[in-house]
């Protein structure tokens, strides 16, 4: 069965850091490259950071910078350092395998940033 948690959003000042935490199952997590997507009010959902198996990361120039994906594959999760930041980076924020398509997501985890 496909899992995907996400937690460790919340309510942040402008320059402020979060670090979300996305636990996957197995069959996701050791199989795939894993990303963290985030959907603003109004907006399509979008890759921000992306990881592959090996280690090798890539970001949205919209994060390049601030944010760092990381995977800890003894506890099947991925993590989103988020520094510096802006109201623009506002949305909920979800984990999955990097792929054109994705049928099943998790709750997501939402992040506000104020300004």
């Known amino acids: 069965q496909v899992q995907l948690v996400e937690s460790g959003g919340g309510l942040v000042q402008t320059g402020g850091s979060l670090r979300l935490s996305c636990r996957a199952s197995?069959?996701?997590?050791?199989?795939?490259?894993m990303g963290w997507y985030r959907q603003a009010p109004g907006k399509q959902r979008e890759v921000v950071a992306g990881i592959t198996r090996g280690g090798s990361t890539s970001y949205a120039d919209s994060v390049k910078g601030r944010f760092t994906i990381s995977r800890d594959t003894a506890k099947n999760t991925v993590y989103l350092q988020m520094n510096s930041l802006k109201p623009e980076d506002t949305g909920v924020y979800y984990c999955n395998k990097l792929a054109e398509r994705n049928d099943y997501w998790g709750q997501g985890t939402q992040v506000t940033v104020s300004s």
């Open positions: 197995g069959s996701i997590f050791n199989v795939y490259a």
